[in-house]
């Protein structure tokens, strides 16, 4: 497999992603083909999406000021993430523990960074939807590739941050290796593969965090199955079932916007 990321112009509203995306490849003189996967910064596809907060409109509430306080944040980027939240675990300094969409992920996938001044760039708001309309889209300019929208997010117990799928089309997410057996012929009980979480790591490793300008990344030759019809939902697990979650003891099944359990 390999991997490598293409350069655009600074994304804005209205912009057309598919099309930057397959010229951008042309100039890098990669072009983009069949049963690649694309996989897209989801804070690009929100920016193209409009899916920006100007903050100087925010009115903080007095819940989003005390967590502000307490979390060493704007209040008006707290209001933003308690908006956006499905709910609110917790929080470190300039940082809030949300779910969002059945991921867990920091200040519910707002982000200051590679956003205007004095903006929030959000999620789109339907990463999975998004997704297949890319994947339509680039079907309609003759070229069949499986797409992914991703965003980074830290890990428990690691520093820095690696990424996550929000959505994908065209293959599936996860590969179920229950049943088969090891080098020493054991069977797997549980173990599944969780290939696309896996190739946005990947992708994030060439995208970057910064000023790389860099929204798309392209896998080609990944060991995944190409199929229609899979979605994000089957990487998702009930939180009885989650190993973290399940032992941390934090209910993430409220779905009230920006309820602190």
């Known amino acids: 497999m390999e991997i490598f990321g293409l350069k ?5 509203e209205g912009d057309d992603l598919v099309s930057l995306a397959l010229e951008s490849s042309e ?7 069949d049963r690649d996967i694309v996989i897209f910064s989801a804070k690009a ?4 999406q409009g899916r920006l907060v100007d903050l100087s409109k925010v009115k903080p509430t007095p819940k989003a000021e005390k967590v502000a306080q307490k979390h060493k944040l704007d209040p008006r980027f707290a209001q933003v993430i308690l908006d956006e939240a499905d709910s609110v675990l917790g929080g470190v300094d300039m940082a809030l523990l949300t779910v969002k969409g059945g991921v867990l992920i920091a200040n519910a996938g707002a982000d200051q960074s590679n ?6 760039a959000l999620w789109p708001e339907d990463p999975q939807s998004t997704a297949e309309e890319l994947r339509q889209a680039f079907k309609e300019k003759g070229v069949d590739v499986g797409v992914m929208v991703i965003d980074s997010r830290t890990m428990p117990l ?11 089309a065209g293959f599936a997410p996860v590969d179920d290796l229950r049943g088969k057996k090891d080098l020493f012929g054991r069977a797997m009980k549980i173990k599944r593969a969780a290939l696309a979480d896996e190739l946005a790591a990947a992708a994030n490793v060439v995208m970057g965090e910064t ?4 929204p798309v990344a392209v896998a080609r030759g990944a060991p995944v199955r190409f199929e229609e019809g899979h979605c994000i ?5 009930p939180v009885d079932q989650c190993l ?3 032992v941390v003891g934090r209910s993430v099944e409220t779905r009230g916007k920006g309820r602190t359990n």
């Open 8 to 12: 655009t112009p600074l994304i804005k």
């Open 27 to 33: 100039k890098a003189r990669n072009r983009i083909r």
């Open 233 to 237: 939902e089957e990487a998702f697990i």
């Open 45 to 48: 596809v929100g920016t193209s």
């Open 211 to 214: 000023s790389e300008s860099v």
């Open 158 to 168: 690691r520093m820095g941050s690696s990424a996550v799928a929000l959505g994908v």
């Open 115 to 120: 956003a205007p001044l004095e903006h929030a």
């Open 244 to 246: 973290i979650m399940h």
